[in-house]
């Protein structure tokens, strides 16, 4: 009998064109405003090392570039977390006329035990890389003042998730 696991993926519209939001998935500089500190060799088999930084006292996560199709595609192959895919697509519209659909998928699927709190880590990451692109990146050294209440309402919501 096999373990039950849950496929997660998210998706967020950001009002901007792909070509900003993309810069904000390959810079290290701008991956460290909504992310983590951040190494990456932006090519297929480059690295790409994410520090988590303070609040989750994870050590960091590495990965290989597996697929980069610039302002569309984005895969990572990490030791720790699996397949991370990043998928961005383009929509007419929003303030600026264009923006962007961003899809986060994770592969292997997730235990039960733990997707609550990797839906509320994405959904919170999610909400940072827009507040990034709108000019506020994390303060990192205040984290918990500033971002802690969303991400414990996100893992409120995310408990009941598939329930």
Same mark, same amino acid.
């Given at each position: 009998m096999g373990v039950n696991t849950s496929h997660l993926a998210f998706e967020r519209r950001i009002e901007l064109a792909p070509l900003?939001?993309? !810069? *904000?998935? #390959?810079?290290?500089?701008?991956?460290?405003?909504?992310?983590?500190?951040?190494?990456? !060799? *932006?090519? #297929?088999?480059?690295r790409y090392i994410i520090d988590w930084l303070p609040r989750t006292g994870r050590a960091p996560t590495e990965g290989v570039i597996t697929e980069l199709v610039a302002r569309s595609r984005l895969a990572i192959e990490t030791v720790d977390l699996g397949r991370i895919l990043f998928e961005l697509e383009p929509f007419a519209g929003g303030d600026r006329g264009t923006g962007t659909i961003v899809r986060v998928s994770m592969s292997p699927p997730v235990e039960p035990a733990f997707v609550a709190r990797v839906r509320a880590?994405?959904?919170?990451?999610?909400?940072?890389?827009?507040?990034?692109?709108?000019?506020?990146?994390?303060?990192?050294?205040?984290?918990e003042r500033d971002r802690a209440k969303t991400w414990s309402r996100h893992l409120d919501d995310s408990a009941h998730f598939g329930a």
């Open positions: 900003i939001v993309w !810069d *904000a998935l #390959v810079d290290p500089d701008l991956v460290e405003g909504w992310l983590g500190e951040a190494t990456i !060799d *932006a090519a #297929v088999g480059g880590d994405w959904l919170t990451n999610l909400d940072q890389l827009g507040d990034l692109l709108r000019g506020h990146p994390v303060d990192w050294s205040n984290w």
